[in-house]
């Protein structure tokens, strides 16, 4: 049987720090690695989503309020939700990098703000497929529960 957990899929994360939390899956680790050695996959998500804008506002209240708060983490695959969503985003090689050198956390996730941010905000300019916009649309905004 397929996995169903893919690279591009949209999770909710179940356990630990940030369950509640939607994510993207970066990369998965189906029989494990050498330091982890339990089914696993590299997930980016949002930590503090973007908030509701309304035509009467303002360009710079509205870049405030579109501001992302991202993390990157392994997450063992049972702690992880799959949705229907599908997303594409430009992470793998991001994300490859960051995890490399440890002391690359903090570019890394300014690396993924950077990325979640420009999806975000050209979300209604881009040319998408029905599926792939109703993805997006989900993933930025908060599970409501």
């Not at 356990?15 to 939607?22: E, I, L, M, S, T």
């Not at 982890?36 to 309020?65: L, N, Q, S």
């Not at 969503?85 to 690396?111: A, I, P």
């Amino acid at each position: 049987m397929a996995p169903i957990i893919k690279s591009g899929k949209v999770v909710v994360l179940l356990q630990g720090r940030y369950a509640g939390r939607k994510a993207v899956v970066v990369k998965t680790y189906d029989d494990g690695s050498a330091d982890r050695k339990f089914p696993h996959a590299v997930v980016a998500g949002i930590d503090r989503y973007p908030r509701k804008i309304t035509k009467a506002m303002d360009k710079k209240k509205i870049e405030k309020r579109s501001l992302i708060k991202p993390f990157v983490k392994h997450v063992n695959l049972t702690h992880l939700m799959p949705t229907r969503y599908q997303c594409d985003f430009d992470l793998k090689k991001v994300v490859e990098e960051g995890l490399k050198d440890q002391s690359g956390n903090g570019t890394m996730r300014k690396e993924v703000r950077k990325v979640f941010s420009e999806k975000y905000l050209g979300q209604s300019t881009a040319k998408l497929s029905e599926k792939k916009a109703t993805g997006l649309n989900y993933f930025y905004k908060k599970l409501r529960f």
